[in-house]
């Protein structure tokens, strides 16, 4: 099946500052990218989905500036956590559907973020 | 109620047992995954299924659409088994995931 690069798999970063985390598509195209964060305890919730191109769509609750999402590119879609607080230390995961699944889907490996 | 309940949240075995864990669903689903996620975070696909059973090494997945469940076992396990698992399931509707909360597992030596 087809394959999703995350990166990186673990960041601890400073209050304040910005973290970018990376999904690459290494062996198809992802026109569209999905974005999830793991509350503690909870299960997995889609933050946004990242179109190529366009502009993400966020689910509600989510902050737009907060989490900037970027799909400049049919294998590249990143996330920025901005201006970080202790409370987005989490882990964040993102897929995308895998064409050569019918509607399955193929999962970076996920990013576990600490925010100190 | 989640859409998507997993059962037992929490499951200490010792090593060598035969281990069960439950997904149950409420929605009508095109698909499901199976996937493990690392005490480090990292999270692992085991398995997709739309239909019966598939099985890899000590893994095996059966899914009864009719009855909204899916299984997934683990036979002769093994410490590093230990992970948290989880189920989600892509719905028929939108073909969006919807996650399950996961079923932590411990195995002891």
């Known amino acids: 099946g087809a394959v999703v690069s995350q990166h990186p798999s673990w960041v601890i970063c400073k209050s304040g500052t910005s973290v970018k985390i990376e999904c690459r598509s290494l062996?198809?195209?992802?026109?569209?990218m999905f974005w999830y964060r793991q509350f503690p305890k909870q299960s997995l919730m889609l933050m946004a989905t990242s179109n190529e191109g366009s502009k993400a769509t966020y689910e509600q609750g989510v902050e737009k500036d907060k989490f900037l999402i970027n799909h400049a590119s049919l294998t590249l879609s990143t996330l920025t956590v901005t201006s970080a607080h202790p409370e987005d230390s989490s882990f964040y995961i993102c897929?995308?559907?895998?064409?050569?699944?019918?509607?399955?889907?193929?999962f970076g490996s996920g990013t576990r973020l600490t925010v100190v | 109620k989640n859409e998507v309940e997993q059962s037992p949240q929490n499951l200490t075995a010792q090593e060598g047992e035969f281990i069960t864990i439950n997904c149950s669903y409420s929605v009508g689903i095109s698909a499901l995954h199976w996937l493990q996620q690392h005490p480090g975070g990292g999270i692992v696909s085991l398995f997709m299924l739309s239909s019966g059973k598939k099985k890899h090494g000590r893994l095996i997945a059966t899914i009864n659409i009719q009855e909204k469940h899916s299984s997934l076992h683990i036979t002769a396990s093994h410490p590093r088994d230990s992970a948290v698992y989880i189920c989600a399931v892509i719905g028929s509707a939108d073909y969006q995931l919807i996650w399950g909360a996961g079923t932590k597992l411990i195995i002891k030596p």
């Open positions: 897929s995308a559907r895998d064409p050569s699944r019918g509607h399955g889907y193929t």
């Open positions: 062996d198809f195209q992802a026109t569209t």
